[in-house]
């Protein structure tokens, strides 16, 4: 992921070949976790009974993979309430996205609106060809032509350097976070021999560690990339100073974004849920303090 | 023996010139395909143009001088994007840009020219187009830059020519302001 921060021009295609492997990576890591946690939670429940969960994990887990690879925009942007632009409605955003991706060589993302008046806006889809950027009307009313340009600009490129990734990993922990629920009914406690108390221990140690590392890699890949998108947007447009005043504007606004929720909380350029209480101490921020990165971009210039 | 290791030299080396020549190959391709994005834009401006000339006339009677110096360095910019190299026609381009600036800078002055919604719409457009070309540039350029520097670099320099590649131009604004910043405003 650092394949922008020490060039100033990043090879779009070589970004987008390291994007995919890295998706299939993080895909053959999750399926093989739920596989262990599979195992394990069927021998706690049966002795023996881990092998006959083994291929309903595979199948289950690879299934879920394959949903949030291919579908995972379609169904990123249907939970969002986002709609497709029609080819007339708001030219201005409708250049702007076509200008930005010239810039990168790639197809023009396709566009959407939510109806929210809170200002936020992402991108998905699991390469540039299959790709598509969502916008609030509250962006559209607030931001003036050239911060929309910078807005659009790091969201285009977060689409092409890691959202493909994020995006899968905020779809496959909000599985993993579901497996782990749907595991915890019907437990029973049982007296059990040596080795059952060991595998119940395992058992329990996994269900309890998956989501927190389901969440973990979330938020570290997540709020990494929140400083890389902004210096590597920010570098193509050689203008740091846009991009924050567009976060400064996205920053005075309290108002939290209704449509988002865990899972894709961590797509959005700015925090849209609003509601991180002091005592997490950021550990689980899905975003960066928004004054730290305007001052990165500052100090930029 | 030294059959087998002179036979393991000569399928190395022709590995070797298969990857670098199919290498060099791709990145031409990429600067063809980023050149064609730029194109594109441009003959999409030399579109809008006359449109815009005839929407202005009809308000700034009086400014003919500055409608026939667009008109002219958008008659030059058509030509020289028939046949005449990047670096001609950024020239050509650069010309039709500030002459462009100009009948914006006459229509400032008619504010009832500023309410005509045709006139919105065609300023709109030939930002978003300025915008584009601006973009698609320096995507060019960034595909020109990589094509050149490995055709420059040790050890394809040696045999590059052999096969006919050639150093692509870049696409160069004059303008230094626009340089900085890609957004234009008119």
């Known amino acids: ?301 | 023996m030294e059959i087998v290791v002179v036979l393991v030299i000569i399928g190395a080396l022709a590995l070797f010139f298969i990857a670098t020549y199919n290498r060099l190959i791709t990145l031409r391709q990429r600067v063809k395909e980023a050149w064609a994005d730029i194109d594109v834009q441009l003959k999409r401006r030399h579109d809008l143009i006359p449109n815009l000339v005839e929407t202005v006339k009809g308000y700034a009677t009086h400014e003919s001088t500055v409608f026939q110096k667009v008109t002219e360095a958008r008659a030059a910019a058509v030509a020289a994007g028939s046949s005449a190299s990047p670096e001609q026609r950024a020239q050509a381009e650069n010309m039709l840009t500030s002459a462009l600036r100009s009948v914006f800078a006459v229509a400032e002055n008619y504010p009832q020219l500023q309410a005509v919604q045709e006139f919105k719409d065609l300023s709109e457009n030939l930002t978003a187009t300025e915008d584009k070309i601006s973009f698609a540039r320096r995507f060019y350029n960034g595909n020109v830059r990589d094509y050149n520097t490995s055709l420059q670099t040790f050890p394809t320099n040696v045999f590059a020519g052999m096969f006919g590649f050639k150093a692509e131009q870049y696409f160069e604004l004059a303008d230094a302001t626009e340089r900085a910043v890609p957004q234009v405003k008119f």
């Open chain 1, 1 to 301: 992921m650092t394949t922008d921060s020490t060039s100033a021009r990043l090879s779009i295609y070589d970004a987008a070949a390291a994007n995919r492997w890295r998706t299939l990576l993080l895909i053959a890591v999750f399926t093989a976790l739920i596989a262990v946690l599979a195992y394990f939670v069927g021998e706690y429940f049966a002795p023996g009974g881990g092998i006959a969960a083994l291929p309903f994990a595979v199948a289950i887990s690879t299934g879920s993979a394959l949903v949030s690879y291919f579908a995972g925009d379609k169904l990123i942007l249907a939970q969002s309430q986002a709609r497709e632009l029609g080819a007339s409605e708001e030219p201005q955003l409708r250049n702007i996205v076509e200008a930005l991706a010239l810039g990168l060589g790639i197809p023009s993302p396709k566009i959407y609106v939510i109806e929210d008046s809170a200002p936020n806006a992402f991108a998905t889809g699991r390469d540039p060809q299959h790709a598509s950027i969502a916008v609030t009307r509250g962006l559209l009313d607030k931001l003036d032509r050239t911060e929309l340009s910078h807005v659009g600009n790091r969201d285009i490129r977060v689409m092409v350097l890691v959202t493909v990734l994020v995006g899968t990993v905020a779809l496959l922990a909000d599985w993993m976070w579901r497996s782990f629920f749907w595991t915890q009914g019907g437990r029973r406690d049982r007296d059990r021999g040596g080795a059952g108390a060991i595998i119940a221990v395992i058992a329990v140690a996994l269900a309890v560690l998956t989501p927190i590392i389901a969440g973990l890699i979330q938020l570290a890949v997540s709020r990494q990339r929140e400083y890389l998108a902004d210096a590597s947007g920010a570098l193509l447009t050689r203008y740091p100073p846009g991009l924050a005043s567009a976060l400064r504007k996205i920053a005075a606004d309290k108002e939290p974004l209704e449509v988002a929720n865990k899972a894709t909380a961590s797509l959005y350029i700015a925090n849209p849920l609003k509601d991180a209480p002091a005592f997490f101490d950021h550990l689980f921020d899905t975003h960066p303090p928004i004054e730290e990165r305007i001052k990165r971009l500052e100090a930029m210039d």
